[in-house]
């Protein structure tokens, strides 16, 4: 598989890495054995980087990564966890203690004494800006507790303030064939700085696999259910903000453009692997035969100009008008 640097962070990662949300919670269940099914597949298709967080499961998500860690020696993985969704999200929840007694907590979870690297889990925008969070932060990495630190946020402009931060080694944002507003500036902000792009949601929830349609239901533990209007989190995380009707027609149109050789998804996977400045994209999978079709979409030769353009054209028609100027 392709090879991307963390610049930051001086590491190598595989351009499709597996994120881990789906192993933990918020999608229906995935029971363990089929959680490290998934893990196994992925990572015998060529995939480095793993994503999870302290919240996926209150810690099941990095338990089970643990749990393959060490039925691996010498792996080789890159394994990025986040921290600080457990707590109520106030800016005074983000201190140098509370970050001790988080990286603690999934230290053990994942059965590490460094994390790779850990990411601010979409704190409040006030956090974004303080001196005191990064300086903590930096303390952390003083102390060998992590390898390197990034954030993961929801808007374009927290993206770019944190850039600007010399120690931030990552960030991670929505980026897919429906939010296309980070290609403007936070991906161009990022290469010059040397900070990674972690792309999340690249299939928008699932809308851009193709397998949904108007009669497909969800579980009442799945986030497609439960957060549709950003009910218990924002609701950019889901569908990518983007209505699902809307989102279907979306699909319907790039349809055509995806061929006998490649499935939607691989379709929309390597949209996002074309992207410059992207370091690394994070699809979920619930099952391995997904974890393996995802990976091997960074195999697939680049999308055309004119399929380029397509994208561009049905998201200005079509999505733009909703969903550019909220994130």
Known sequence: MEQRSFDRLGRQVGVVGLGAWQLGADWGRVDEADALAVLAAAVDSGVTFLDTADVYGDGRSEQLIGRFLRERPGHGLTVATKMGRRVEQTPQAYTLDNFRAWTDRSRANLGVDTLDLVQLHCPPTAVFGDDRVFDALDTLVSEKRIAGYGVSVETCDQALTAIARPGVASVQIILNAVRLKPLERVLPAAASAGVG????????????????DEHTTFAPDDHRT??????????????????????????????????????????????IIDQPGLTVVIPGARNPEQARGNASAAALPPLTAEEHDTVRAVYDDLVRPRVHGRW
């Open 197 to 212: 792009i972690i792309a999340r949601v690249p299939l928008a929830s699932g809308l851009l696999s193709g397998r949904y």
């Open 226 to 271: 439960f957060n549709r209007h950003g009910e218990s989190f924002d609701v950019g995380e889901t569908f990518s903000g983007v209505d699902y009707d809307l989102g279907l027609e979306v699909v319907r149109r790039l349809a055509p453009l995806v061929g006998p050789d490649r499935t939607m998804a691989q379709f929309a996977l390597r949209w």
